[in-house]
């Protein structure tokens, strides 16, 4: 979640909207963050995953840190390179993913969150997915945008695949673009039945449902990308001679409508205005309303967005209405 947000106060406020910081920001509310890589908002906890530490912290909806859990390591409760966070809305479980062990650590959630097991994924760099019971959506690094993973034993195996991956990149053809595709973030429908899966630095996300087996690629309006060329049998990333550039921030699904959030990142993002555009009720096209604001949505709370910003110091909070500022 890097990038440049505006200065930071206690309570921050553009025009009507305000967000109550919970965690973190200048004051350091209940202990501060770190760099957070994803948030969880959970009927009573918000989950933290942070990126240089691999670490969860549990809080509750009030921001009173209730749990720190989480070292690096290979054995139970341990995290080579945990990646993301999911909720399984069957069993009421937290489960965490780690593709550099190609396993998920799953916990049950009480008033902080208890350690159930280790399960395996049959499949190399599955870094998110969507579980429902014993199904999992999750894309893998094939061109297929998502394959059905059933669970049995504790391992997940891979039973279907649905949807391809594309780009309307012109560079969309190269190998090296080709892994870039339909990484994530992901999100997906509670019945599965629809996936929204995001190019990050593509400026893209590609649109499944089950009506539309091939899945629709949608550009992002006005995105600013990183600049990609061949290099011998490589490919050359820079940024853009105006020094900033966009990516695909977060994919939420709040009160049934889905969220594109994306951020501004680069050496001279400071000074080039708004941090994220959000795009709000994308579907099989892309909405025309695009909003500019200084925190990213992660999620839904008592019918108030639950909003994250980076710096001038990271910060998790409330918003006073259904979108952040």
């Known amino acids: 979640m890097r990038g440049f947000w505006c200065v930071l106060a206690l309570t921050r406020s553009l025009g009507a909207q305000t967000v109550d910081v919970l965690v973190g920001g200048e004051a350091e509310r209940n202990g ?6 994803h948030v969880l908002v959970l ?3 918000f989950v933290v995953l942070e990126r240089q530490a691999p670490v969860l912290h549990v809080f509750g909806p009030d921001g009173r840190r209730l749990q720190t859990l989480g070292r690096a390591g290979r054995g139970p409760g341990e995290y080579t390179a945990a990646a993301s966070l999911a909720f399984d809305p069957v069993t009421g479980s937290v489960l965490v993913f780690d593709p550099a062990t190609s396993r998920l650590t799953r916990y049950s959630v009480s008033d902080t969150l208890i350690l159930r097991g280790i399960e395996r994924i049959e499949a190399t760099g599955v870094s998110v997915g969507c579980v429902a019971g014993e199904r999992m959506l999750a894309p893998t690094l094939d061109s297929l945008l998502v394959h059905d ?14 949807g391809r991956k594309g780009s309307r990149h012109p560079l969309a053809a190269h190998p090296l673009l080709r892994q870039r ?3 994530g973030p992901l999100v997906c429908s509670r019945s599965l039945d629809t996936v929204v899966v995001a190019s990050r630095e593509l400026g893209e996300v590609i649109w499944w449902s089950r009506e539309d087996t091939t899945g629709r690629v949608l550009s992002l309006p006005g995105a600013v990308l ?3 060329a061949p290099e011998g049998r490589g490919l050359r990333t820079s940024e853009p001679p105006r020094g900033w550039y966009e990516q695909v921030q977060g ?8 969220h594109v959030t994306v951020a501004r990142l680069g ?5 080039a205005g708004a941090a994220y555009r959000e795009l709000e ?6 909405p025309d309303r695009v909003r500019a604001q200084a925190w990213q949505m992660v999620g839904f709370h008592d019918g108030r967005a639950v909003c994250y910003q980076t710096a001038p110091v990271p910060a998790l909070g409330k918003a006073s209405g259904r979108s952040c500022p």
């Open 181 to 183: 595709l339909g990484g």
């Open 251 to 258: 994919v939420v699904l709040a009160g049934g409508t889905f």
């Open 281 to 286: 009720g994308i579907a099989e096209r892309i």
């Open 32 to 37: 501060g963050l770190g760099d957070v890589r």
């Open 226 to 228: 990183a600049e990609f």
């Open 149 to 162: 993973f059933r669970l049995r034993g504790g391992v997940w195996t891979p039973q279907h695949g649905y």
């Open 43 to 45: 009927p009573r906890q």
């Open 267 to 271: 050496r001279r993002a400071e000074g």
